[in-house]
């Protein structure tokens, strides 16, 4: 992936609201940072992906070792001093120096070509048991989105490197479909089998609920 694509002028309008170091940004990674520590509580994360730094700063000002890498050298030329030691240049597809409790990756893998994100993917297998992760299914307009993918097409990409899709975490702290994958022995086949029939059944029965609600209401029936 080419990391000069990433220059100041993607950050300024590729994000939605500008990508600087500001309330909202400051205040979302901050809320992010919190729910790691008290949901997952890693000694050690990394944030594959890092941009500026702002999750990397949030989680070591909550008592995490976490550090960054990230593509782009603009992005890493703003990383706030007190975290530069901790943020590097990089690509998430090159070996990282050591194994972390948790890898971060957020919006990022839709940036990457195919057989890179699948690079990506077994690059963070290599290095732990634990991955929260998230890619939009849904923006194709952006420009520099080449591989935007449904959440299933994700499932199976780590399922093949022995990290299964964690259904009992809600990771929707992040984005909606935000997700966590997991290497873990109580994730076994038939336990797997059982959380997916659980998470299933439970959206069927909201569905009928939904549907029968919604034809009361257009008959002006009573519940």
């Known amino acids: 992936m080419d990391g000069s694509r990433f220059d100041a002028t993607y950050f300024a309008t590729g994000c939605g609201l500008p990508y600087e170091r500001n309330a909202h940004w400051l205040g979302f990674f901050g809320g992010i940072a919190d729910r790691i520590v008290r949901e997952i509580n890693p000694r ?20 995490v070792e976490a550090y960054g890498v990230d593509i782009s050298e603009y992005a890493i030329s703003q990383v706030h001093p ?31 070509p195919a057989a890179e994100g699948e690079q990506a ?49 809600d990771a929707s702290f992040i984005t909606p479909w935000a997700m966590r994958f997991r290497r873990d022995g109580s994730l076994r086949p038939h336990r797997l089998v ?15 609920q939904l549907r029968d609600a919604l034809q009361r209401a257009r008959r002006g029936t009573p519940e």
């Not at 690509?91 to 990022?108: A, G, K």
Request: charged share 30%.
């Open 121 to 169: 993917i077994a690059n963070f297998a290599a290095h732990t048991d634990d991955v929260l992760f998230s890619s939009t299914p849904h923006d194709f307009t952006e420009a520099t989105h080449d591989n935007v993918q449904p959440v299933e097409h994700w499932a199976e990409r780590f399922a093949l490197h022995g990290l299964f899709h964690d259904l009992d975490f």
């Open 44 to 63: 050690t994360a990394l944030d594959a992906g890092c941009a500026m730094g702002f999750l990397v700063e949030a989680l070591r000002e909550r008592g």
């Open 194 to 208: 059982r959380a997916y029939e659980r998470v299933l059944a439970r959206t069927r029965e909201e569905n009928r």
């Open 82 to 112: 007190s975290v530069k030691p901790y943020c590097r240049l990089g690509s998430i597809t090159e070996p990282f120096e050591r194994r972390y409790d948790l890898i971060i990756c957020i919006e990022v893998l839709e940036h990457m």
